[in-house]
């Protein structure tokens, strides 16, 4: 493993956990939003991850990947905790259904509003899986070895979906752009 602040972490070094916690606060919190509302299910399965990272502190140096290896034990968890909580509510499993805002899809870009509103569409139309792998691939930065094994998919699978995606997407703006620059 190159990743320093794990290694201080597995030192015992606190400051070095403190600020592994606020990197990943905001980025599993807006992660955390894809799979549900409830914020508290989400800072609670932050929580248990962090704290059961401190534990295992000790265990960590076969961890390759921080990243994934993070990624991959917060969704879990906070899946987890979704079906507990559905299951004690009653209520059905919407395990596929992610919604990204118009925020998370365009950032930093100066895209007219009907653009944005087009692209927003767009977005709507794919499925929970293929907005979840683009989210991973694209703004986490995660390889699509990571991203499959987080979805618990074949890299294969992977591959597929970020196609099927990107030209699901592709297609709705070249109708967008025939129509609008003729």
């Known amino acids: 493993m190159d990743n320093p602040v794990f290694k201080h972490i597995m030192n015992g070094d606190i400051e070095a956990y403190s600020g592994l916690y606020k990197e990943y606060y905001k980025r599993f919190y807006n992660y955390g ?40 034990s917060f969704r879990y968890v906070l899946i987890r ?20 805002s118009g925020e998370h899809v365009i950032v930093n870009n100066d895209l007219s509003e009907e653009l944005q509103i087009k692209l927003q569409k767009a977005i ?29 998919i074949s890299v294969k699978a992977t591959y597929k979906i970020m196609a099927r995606s990107l030209l699901a997407l592709k297609e709705k703006f070249t109708i967008f752009f025939v129509l609008f620059f003729v």
């Open 33 to 72: 939003r894809k799979f549900t509302t409830n914020t508290y299910l989400i800072e609670d399965s932050i929580q248990e991850v962090f704290l059961d990272l401190w534990k295992r502190r000790e265990k960590l140096s076969h961890v390759d990947s921080p990243n994934f290896y993070l990624y991959s």
């Open 81 to 100: 905790k979704i079906r507990q909580h559905e299951k004690m509510v009653f209520n059905q499993s919407a395990d596929e259904d992610y919604e990204f």
């Open 124 to 152: 709507k139309t794919l499925t929970g899986r293929q907005l979840e792998a683009i989210f991973l691939m694209y703004y986490e930065d995660l390889s699509y070895k990571e991203v499959a094994s987080i979805l618990n």
